[in-house]
């Protein structure tokens, strides 16, 4: 007998499902199915596709045996089962990378936390919940050695050979004193029925069964008395739901299903169920969850779609299924029409799932679209919690583009509530076809009292106002809206006639001499500053020169990811001459005071750019001056 260590990983998830997370107990019993179902599912595969498995004898269940006098709950399931190698890389190490995640995502609510259990994959360890010693005893298909994995969910475990009749595994639970319940047999079927009434694999249980009395012809005499018997049943239904008709599925047994293949206690928002008829065929169940999966923006994020085909379970680790942008979707798809041994290499240019994918994506986005026309509260649920998932979309999947950016909800100028697209262009000008937009990384408030929006303002002309991280790096990229143009503020141009521009050329020659006082001022701090009538309420305001190679090379390393750190190419500073301000600067002598104002004004609009200051210091030093004159 050889003792081991946990890992430490293992050892500290351990240790939390013992104390922190029994609020959900029951959990143990779907994860514990669950494995069951999937060591099922893996056979069965092998069976059909690998000759070395030929010979073995896939009779799939799974048998849970509560015994009261021994205090022991067993689940036993006839699949891959699992040798020494498998034992030590699954049960006391932990393998996946998102497990460090799971551990600092804790929230320390009980319920929540007991969710995030089966997301991370760690749902082994739940049986250390409920009992104080687990035995596992397994044996691999097509394989001669049987094992014994013992552990008291102590920091270690034992491992030892031993014999076994076939294969599969068995893991007997002794249960904690005050865990009696998950002995009574209605118990353990309530709760079966709950998370795994729809695995595809029967589960059995022994089941009292009350035979009554058998009675004389005319109903008298007694002649056997009335007893009760032990009787072997199937508890769960084991239809894969997915191949059962819509019209026969309640919402309860949808939600059940959910629970089990999304490992989550919580209600799903909402789901499709699709069947496809004709060159492919295929069905697919997808659900929405209604919270966002903790590891969601995570390179290794764990997806939530199964591949079956006929019903034999392929993958569920395969992230080419369905786009990233829909990472979300928790589900299934199973399709007759695709090889079962088909490979990962196969599978991403296979013409089949290729098929299948396309028109799912396609259905998703429409049954997307009729939630946010006929279900407006819903839809702003799931918008909240994948929006910005969904906007990816916007640049990885170009065929769907117009579809994506008619899912988006907008902040604008004019509208205290979000917008959609479709409504917005009703709006604007019908000649010019233009939506403008205006991307930054600052609040919303701040954003919509940017300088660079005055002029719409003062046009009464609508904009769009982009303000999470993700829309200055996605927008750039949207250039288009059916027959509209998407073109960000400062690219807009307004039509000026030959007065207002005669206008302008004179009074930027009477504000030449402070523009030029400005620059010196400023130094490389500005590419140049210009007089300008975009402004109406502020007295200066920068922009970037789109033809600026820096500006180009900055946007490019900045989709690239990098570059994060690098200072935004020097802007072109605008000054409003109709401001009093900077009316009153024009008019002053002291070039102190012009000097002071000049790098105050600067930091003033790099604020309203959402920028930092690089010398907060030198920016209150020279305000205090600023003010001191004033006084
Ligand atoms: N009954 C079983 N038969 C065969 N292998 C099993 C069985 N139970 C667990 N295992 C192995 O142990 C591993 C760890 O199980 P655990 O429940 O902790 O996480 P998981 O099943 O990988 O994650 P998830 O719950 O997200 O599917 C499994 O991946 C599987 O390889």
């Known amino acids: 007998m050889a003792k081991h260590q946990f890992q430490t990983e293992a050892n500290q998830i351990l240790n939390l499902m013992i104390h922190s997370l029994y609020s959900n107990k029951e959990i143990f019993i779907r994860e514990l199915v669950s494995n069951a179902s999937d060591a099922l599912d893996k056979l069965n595969m092998l069976v059909l596709t690998d000759d070395k498995y030929k010979d073995v004898a896939f009779n799939p269940r799974i048998d849970i045996v509560a015994n009261k006098e021994a205090k022991t709950l067993t689940i036993k399931d006839s699949g891959i089962g699992m040798n020494e190698e498998d034992l030590m890389n699954n049960l006391g190490t932990i393998a996946k990378s998102g497990t460090k995640a799971f551990l600092e995502n804790l929230s320390g609510d009980q319920?929540?936390?007991?969710?995030?259990?089966g997301q991370f994959g760690v749902g082994f360890y739940a049986c250390f919940m409920v009992a104080h010693k687990v035995e596992v005893t397994t044996k691999k298909a097509g394989e001669d050695q049987a094992f014994l994995w013992t552990s008291e969910g102590t920091g270690e475990f034992e491992l030892e050979n031993t014999t076994q009749d076939g294969h599969g595994t068995t893991i007997v639970m002794h249960l904690n004193d005050d865990e009696d319940e998950f002995l009574e047999t209605y118990r353990v079927e309530s709760i079966i029925k709950k998370y795994s009434n729809h695995i595809p694999f029967p589960i059995f249980m022994d089941k009292e069964k009350h035979i009554p009395a058998v009675m004389d012809d005319e109903g008298k005499e007694e002649l056997e008395p009335s007893r009760t018997e032990m009787e072997n049943e199937q508890i769960n239904r084991a239809n894969?739901?997915?191949?059962?008709?819509?019209k026969d599925v309640t919402d309860d047994e949808y939600k059940?299903?959910?629970?089990?293949?999304a490992h989550s206690s919580e209600e799903p928002l909402t789901?499709?169920?699709?069947?496809?008829?004709g060159a492919v065929e295929y069905t697919t169940l997808f659900y929405i969850p209604s919270k966002a999966p903790m590891d969601m923006y995570r390179v290794d994020y764990q997806t939530g779609i199964k591949l079956y085909i006929n019903r034999v379970f392929i993958t569920d680790d395969e992230k080419e299924l369905m786009p990233t942008y829909l990472r979300f979707l928790r589900g299934v798809i199973d399709s007759k029409d695709l090889p079962l041994n088909v490979s990962r290499e196969i599978l991403q240019s296979n013409a089949v799932m290729n098929k299948i994918q396309k028109s799912s994506v396609k259905k998703v986005l429409s049954e997307l679209a009729k939630m946010s026309k006929k279900d407006s509260?819903?839809?702003?649920?799931?918008?909240?919690?994948?929006?910005?998932?969904?906007?990816?979309?916007?640049?990885?999947?170009f065929e769907n583009r117009e579809k994506i950016l008619e899912l988006m909800k907008f902040n604008t100028i004019n509208s205290d509530e979000t917008v959609m697209i479709e409504d917005f262009v009703k709006n604007i000008d019908e000649e010019k076809k233009e939506i403008y937009y205006i991307t930054g990384k600052t609040s919303l408030a701040m954003l919509k009292n940017s300088p660079a929006l005055e002029r719409f303002k003062a046009r009464n002309i609508d904009v769009l106002v982009l303000n999470e991280e993700v829309d200055t790096i996605i927008f750039p990229m949207v250039t288009d809206y059916k027959e509209y143009k998407l073109v960000p503020v400062a690219d807009a141009k307004f039509e000026e006639s030959e007065e207002e521009k005669k206008a302008e050329e004179e009074v930027a020659k009477t504000y030449e001499g402070l523009a030029k006082e400005f620059k010196e001022a400023l130094g490389d701090a500005v590419k140049s500053v210009e007089t300008t009538s975009e402004l109406t309420d502020s007295p200066v305001a920068i922009k970037i020169d789109k033809e600026d190679?820096?500006?180009?090379?900055?946007?490019?390393?900045?989709?690239?990811?990098?570059?994060?750190?690098?200072?935004?190419?020097?802007?072109?500073f605008m000054i409003n001459p109709n401001h009093e301000l900077i009316k009153k600067l024009n008019d002053s002598s002291d070039?102190?005071?012009?000097?002071?104002a000049a790098h105050v004004?600067?930091?003033?609009?790099?604020?309203?750019d959402g920028q930092e200051l690089s010398d907060t210091a030198d920016f209150i030093s020279r305000l205090n001056r600023i003010i001191t004159k004033a006084i």
């Open 601 to 608: 004004l600067l930091d003033q609009a790099k604020l309203f």
């Open 591 to 596: 070039t102190n005071l012009v000097n002071d």
């Open 549 to 572: 190679p820096t500006y180009m090379m900055a946007q490019m390393m900045k989709q690239m990811g990098q570059g994060g750190d690098t200072p935004p190419p020097a802007p072109i």
């Open 111 to 117: 319920k929540e936390d007991s969710n995030l259990i």
């Open 240 to 246: 894969a739901l997915w191949t059962i008709a819509k």
């Open 256 to 261: 059940d299903f959910y629970s089990s293949i």
């Open 377 to 397: 509260a819903k839809y702003d649920e799931f918008y909240k919690e994948f929006g910005n998932v969904l906007k990816e979309g916007l640049y990885s999947d």
């Open 271 to 277: 789901w499709m169920h699709n069947k496809a008829e």
